[in-house]
């Protein structure tokens, strides 16, 4: 039976206990306003990510004014729709496949990563683009955007505790440590040592790395690709922050797990030997998504036994048992376009991000679609943003003040956009 209901409401009525409500929530906490969670200490909040450690110098959001707190869903509808109306060409607004329904109902795109990362090429004319998604999407935005363009995040503590897995200081010295093991001598066929690869899910920083570095950014979209376009210049590859979508990616290929050693940047060497490294291929950093590690084979099982026939695709950034025993994996594009092409009738299990799991069978009433984790446990980050967010920095921008604008400075934006138009142009 597919859910009528988004996201944010269904965990309101699992809260107050609605008879026949199924399922059940990882915190009663989603509930609340995210802005209860704005002043207290650095954390990711309510939600997949709850439990993840926070590095210190997170951003964090000051108090929203009481009047968008307040303010019914009726209400916060009419004065966004009044905002993005006056401003209209002005400012454009981008939202992630993972937002809930009542913030992606406003944007003028919506889209994974990669689709987003070109939207913020498409609008020249744009004053402001408000970036519905997390910080590091918010970052990309700003690198790739005209310099006269405002990049807006509608809530700074959206972050992703992945992204934070992998800091510039660790990965800076791991490089250190691989170069003096493999040196900078490149082989027979001109390919250098090592490339280095970020996922899109990683600080500017870390773009910035890349690009200095003769390396590339990727995404689920991708990663194939770009994995190809690394071993035809490289003779490995460090692959971070998500062990996951690297192992599974390259697994695909033909890499060896046994050619797949983890950096963990608290051990020396990664916690391996120099032999691992030097019969390495593709070297992965200790992080993952805390959403999709929340998947699991027995789930995989239990969808199977309640509903034969059931397709069941997973994201790659899930850990590889699942996918291996998933009919399919692949980006939330990839999700998103294997429903529009099933036939009416079709029972899909998803591995993924719960709001657009729910989005899509509301969509598609013609299908029965379900979450593979019947527990309500949404992307913490994502969850930040909240229509009185929207509705804030919209009218704060009617009014002429530009609030929460994510600025990435010329010394790394520069060598980032290097790593990003080699990553737009691999094309899968």
């Given at each position: ?83 993005k109306e006056t401003l209209g060409d002005r400012v454009v607004v981008l939202g992630h496949f993972y937002q809930r329904d009542e913030v992606v109902q406003y ?215 699942v996918v291996d025993a998933a009919d399919a994996s692949g980006s939330t594009d990839f999700i998103v376009k294997a429903i529009q092409a099933a036939p009416a ?84």
């Open positions: 039976m597919t859910s009528t209901l988004s996201v944010d409401d269904e965990i309101q009525l699992i809260t107050a206990g609605t008879p026949g409500a199924s399922g059940s929530t990882c915190t009663p906490e989603l509930a609340e306003g995210p802005w209860v969670f704005d002043l207290q200490a650095p954390s990711y909040g309510p939600g997949a990510s709850m439990a993840d450690p926070i590095p210190a110098e997170t951003p964090r959001q000051g108090q929203l004014p009481e009047e968008y707190k307040s303010a019914s869903k009726v209400e916060l509808d009419a004065r966004i729709r009044r905002a944007a003028d795109f919506v889209g994974d990563s990669f689709q987003l990362a070109n939207a913020a090429l498409t609008v020249p004319e744009a004053e402001a683009i408000v970036f519905c998604g997390v910080h590091f999407m918010a970052e990309t935005a700003d690198i790739l955007a005209r310099p006269s363009q405002a990049v807006i995040l509608p809530n700074l503590a959206a972050g992703c505790s992945m992204a934070d897995m992998a800091d510039i200081d660790s990965v800076e010295e791991a490089w250190a440590q691989l170069g003096e093991i493999y040196g900078t001598e490149a082989d027979a066929d001109g390919r250098v040592p090592i490339i280095p690869v970020t996922y899109m899910n990683s600080s500017a920083a870390l773009k910035g790395f890349c690009g200095r570095n003769g390396g590339i950014v990727c995404t689920s979209s991708n990663a194939a690709t770009v994995l190809e376009w690394a071993f035809e210049r490289g003779q490995r590859v460090l692959f971070f922050p998500d062990q996951h979508l690297g192992r599974n990616t390259a697994k695909a290929m033909g890499v060896p797990l046994e050619r797949m050693p983890m950096w963990n940047p608290r051990k020396p060497l990664g916690g391996s030997s120099a032999a691992e490294l030097l019969d390495a291929q593709v070297i992965l950093w200790h992080g993952f998504c805390s959403v999709h590690k929340r998947f699991s084979v027995a789930q995989i099982e239990k969808a199977r036994a309640s509903h034969p026939g059931v397709q069941v695709i997973v994201h790659p950034e899930c850990p590889m048992p009738g079709s029972t899909f299990a998803i591995g993924t991000e719960i709001n657009l799991v729910q989005r899509l069978a509301n969509e598609y009433p013609q299908h029965t679609i379900f979450c593979l984790d019947d527990v309500i446990c949404p992307c913490s980050t994502m969850y930040r943003i909240h229509p009185g967010y929207l509705a804030w920095v919209l009218e704060e921008f009617v009014a002429g003040r530009v609030v929460n604008q994510i600025t990435v400075g010329d010394d790394v934006a520069v060598p980032a956009r290097v790593a990003l138009e080699r990553m737009l142009a691999a094309r899968p």
